[in-house]
C-alpha cells in the first residue's frame, strides 16, 4: 500500500518520542486521579448538565489561553518556547525550541488547542471530586472570556468612530 502521506519519524523534527511521553503523562494523571478518587470513595456525578460542560469548555478555552498567549505566563514556557512575534490584543506567539522532549512540551505550551486538552482533563477531574468548587473557577475564567470579547468589541467601536 502506497499513501503520498510523509512517514512520521525524528528525521522530519517531530519529537514522536517527547509526545509518547506527555500522552503517557497525561494518561497516568488522569489514571491516578481515578484511582485516587475510587480509593476515597468520591462519587461521580450521575450526569453532567449541558450548562456545566459549556462552563468547562470556556474555562478550558481560557486558560489555555491564559497558559500560551498571556505575556505573564512567558515565564513558564522561556524554558522550551522562544518569541516569534507579538500578535493582537498582545498575545504572545511562540514557537518551540530544541529536540526531543523538550521541543514536545514547547508544542505544547505554544499550542492553546493542545494545552486545552490537559485544562480539560484537569477540570474534568476537578469536576468528578468538587463540582461546586471547579463551577466556581470555570465562572472565574467565564467571566474573564467575556471581558476580552467586551474589550475586543470596545476596540472595534473605537476605531470604527475614529474611521
Do not use: H, N
Amino acid at each position: 500500500m502506497t499513501t503520498d502521506a510523509e512517514p512520521y519519524d525524528d528525521e522530519d523534527g517531530l519529537p514522536l518520542g517527547g509526545y509518547a511521553t506527555l500522552a503517557s503523562v497525561f494518561a497516568a494523571g488522569i489514571g491516578s486521579f481515578a484511582l485516587l478518587a475510587r480509593r476515597r470513595g468520591v462519587r461521580l456525578p450521575p450526569d453532567v448538565p449541558p450548562w456545566d460542560v459549556l462552563l468547562m469548555g470556556t474555562a478550558a478555552y481560557k486558560a489555555s489561553r491564559v497558559v500560551t498567549k498571556d505575556k505573564i505566563t512567558s515565564f513558564l514556557r522561556v524554558p522550551f518556547t522562544r518569541r516569534a512575534d507579538e500578535g493582537k490584543a498582545s498575545e504572545i506567539m511562540d514557537e518551540p525550541k530544541g529536540s526531543g522532549l523538550r521541543r514536545a512540551v514547547g508544542d505544547l505550551v505554544s499550542c492553546p488547542f493542545c494545552t486545552a486538552a490537559w485544562a480539560a482533563g484537569a477540570l474534568a477531574c476537578s469536576y468528578a471530586a468538587s463540582p461546586r468548587l471547579t463551577r466556581l473557577v470555570c465562572a472565574g475564567f467565564g467571566a474573564l472570556t467575556v471581558s476580552d470579547w467586551l474589550q475586543y468589541a470596545w476596540t472595534a467601536t473605537q476605531q470604527t468612530v475614529e474611521d
